[in-house]
């Protein structure tokens, strides 16, 4: 059996760019605050003493506050042969330097006949839970799952937070990396050895017979959550999938898991209109819908600002308890 250390979902991420910093002299960092004001990055993930000292400024590159120009600055660095690593502090953000992202960074191997990859990485934040308020607790990785050329990745543990980023690092592919602030300091057993996690494989987070949930990212938590409480007080057998990458998407292990329970809930943070939510209802509509024997239900964030307020916060994001009554429902549900 494989090694393993307990580290935070933070610490993951920590070590996957310094290893791949160490390994590949392309690999540099560029965002807002890595170094000057807090030392290692506002989010803490690249701490000073570590990163600064071992690769020097050249690689640890502190940018001005534009998005817009640091991101096209990543994109411009990528086609010319570097692995630029760049964090863009919430996704919030992300407006200020869509065309980046989506025009330049997504088409330009098409665009240019492939005579360029553009192997780009962004690190960026989502997540609610915080009082961080309307423009600074989004998900929003499903307005980047709708452009072509953009690969999106969600981790929920360490571990696949390690491995996926490795790979996004090694990918000759512009890679959106979404960390959930909420998750930063919950701790899980990570290899000892050096490993990455391919994309387009889920992760079945836990088996069951009588009920599916596809969850993203934190939801995978509050998912496992509420399968636990169903299956104590209910005997409400629950499978829990965690996609792991959103573009690419593993069809088939959903598919083949409601093809077995005959029940779909899906569980996002994002907003339920236009959501990943739906595209993976859609999906096993579309695919597996004589499987289903009872209409699939989502369970996702309203289309509303993110309050201010913990309590009313606390109302519109899904937790367990909004899990399990969808579960309920489906199980029990007679055409």
């Known amino acids: 059996m494989a090694k393993t250390k307990e580290i935070t979902y ?3 991420i920590t ?3 310094y290893e791949e910093m160490e390994r590949d002299p392309r690999v540099f960092l560029m ?4 170094r000057v004001f807090f030392g290692g990055g506002p989010l803490g993930v690249t701490p000073s003493e570590k990163f600064l000292k071992r690769f020097g400024p050249e690689r ?4 001005p506050i534009s998005e817009a120009s640091f991101i096209g600055a990543g994109v411009g660095a990528a086609i010319t042969g570097m692995k630029p690593v760049v964090e863009l502090m919430f996704v919030d953000f992300a407006g200020v330097c869509f065309d980046q992202l989506t025009n330049n960074a997504g088409k330009l191997r098409y665009i240019m006949g492939g005579q360029y990859n553009v192997p780009l990485v962004v690190r960026t934040t989502i997540g609610a839970g915080s009082s961080f308020a309307a423009v600074h607790s989004q998900a929003l990785y499903s307005l980047f799952a709708h452009s072509p050329g953009l690969k999106i990745v969600v981790p929920s543990t360490a571990a696949d937070a390690k491995g996926l980023l490795k790979t996004a690092i090694r990918d000759q592919d512009p890679v959106i990396f979404f960390e959930h602030r909420g998750l930063y300091g919950v701790r899980g057993q990570v290899p000892v050895e050096e490993y990455t996690t391919p994309f387009g494989i889920a992760d079945v987070k836990r088996k069951g017979k009588d009920v599916t949930i596809v969850a993203i990212s934190a939801m995978v938590h509050r998912a496992l959550e509420a399968a636990e409480a169903l299956e104590k007080e209910q005997s409400i057998s629950v499978e829990v999938i965690d996609p792991r990458t959103l573009v690419p998407l593993d069809e088939k292990t959903i598919l083949d898991s409601v093809a077995r329970t ?9 907003y ?3 959501g990943m939510a739906s595209e993976i209802a859609t999906l096993v509509a579309a695919k ?5 024997k009872a209409p699939i239900k989502i369970v996702a964030t309203p289309t509303v600002p993110i309050p201010y307020s913990k309590e009313l916060e606390r109302t519109i994001l899904p937790d367990a308890t909004k899990i399990s009554a969808a579960v309920r429902e489906v199980v029990s549900y007679r055409s």
Not at 31 to 34: A, M, S, T, W, Y
Not at 262 to 268: A, E, T
Request: glycine share 6%; aromatic share 4%.
């Open 10 to 12: 933070r610490e993951a």
């Open 15 to 17: 070590e996957a760019l």
């Open 31 to 34: 965002g807002e605050d890595l």
């Open 60 to 63: 640890v590159r502190d940018t």
């Open 262 to 270: 005959s029940h779909l809930v899906v569980v996002d943070e994002d």
């Open 272 to 274: 339920e209109r236009c």
């Open 288 to 292: 597996g819908f004589r499987n289903l």
